[in-house]
């Protein structure tokens, strides 16, 4: 049995690697470097359960430790908002279409552009856009809160 334990492990590390390589999304890429020190331990003759108990720990220590520098690096917001791209400046000069009534005497006015929909203001208070409108985003006002638009 131990003489084919060095074999598990390198099918392990292939296995992962293989797989890491076409999903290319770290899925598999913690467990490489654990199967090879318990590669390297099989062949020093060490007992098959320390083997296992050091791929196991290792393997939790590298999931913890990326899952911690990732968490610090990475801020997620499960409701869709990107956190990390704080500025919608690029809409700024392209067309969108108006797809409720853009009025600032009442406070309305929406406009979807890439299919996301952004609140929307006129350039002119006393301009009004009707839905199906095609209008050009002039700015974004300085709250962020709304696109000036402009025909």
């Known amino acids: 049995m131990s003489e084919i334990i060095p074999y598990i492990w390198l099918g392990i590390i292939v296995f992962a690697a293989v797989v890491e390589i ?5 899925v598999t890429v913690w467990f ?4 090879l020190i318990s590669f390297t331990l099989s062949l020093l003759d060490i007992n098959v359960w320390i083997q296992v108990l050091v791929f196991f720990v290792i393997t939790v220590f590298l999931l913890v430790l990326s899952r911690t520098i990732l968490k610090k690096s990475i801020k997620y917001d499960p409701s869709g908002y990107d956190y990390n791209y704080n500025s919608y400046d690029y809409i700024i000069g392209r ?12 406070s309305t006015g929406t406009i979807r552009i890439n299919g996301l929909v ?3 203001e006129s350039d002119d208070d006393d301009i009004i856009y ?3 409108l ?9 709250n962020g809160a709304q696109a000036v638009c402009s025909r």
């Open 95 to 106: 067309p969108a279409i108006v797809t409720e009534e853009i009025n600032n005497y009442k």
């Open 22 to 26: 076409h999903a290319f999304a770290f």
């Open 118 to 120: 952004f609140p929307a």
């Open 130 to 132: 009707e839905s199906g």
């Open 134 to 142: 095609v209008v050009t985003v002039a700015r974004i006002n300085a």
């Open 32 to 35: 490489i470097l654990p199967a």
